[in-house]
């Protein structure tokens, strides 16, 4: 298991630019900002990909949301949280 994780670890570049382009296709003024291990350039294998997604509204549906996100993104296991905040620099 470790050596898969760290496998997705690595490609994570790829991956944040697919969760990317599944979040602008639901959300394109969403501010997308990566955080963590990742942005520091310092992942372990504990570590997780982490995106701030920032909306201007909360999204209608939730639900729909996720699901369409997880397919696009292959059903690896993501935890995806979309909530409202403040309106994000442009």
Not at 8 to 25: D, G, P
Not at 79 to 85: K, R, V
């Amino acid at each position: 298991m470790a050596e898969k994780r760290l496998k997705l670890l690595s490609e994570w570049r790829a991956v944040v630019a697919k969760a990317v382009e599944a979040i602008k296709m639901f959300y394109p003024d969403a501010g997308i900002y990566l955080f963590g291990g990742a942005a520091k350039d310092a992942l372990t294998v504990m570590s997780y990909i982490d995106l701030a997604v920032v909306l201007d509204e909360a999204p209608g549906d939730r639900a729909g949301v996720y699901v369409a996100i997880w397919e696009i993104l292959g059903k690896r296991r993501y935890t995806i949280i979309l909530s409202p905040g403040y309106p994000h620099p442009r």
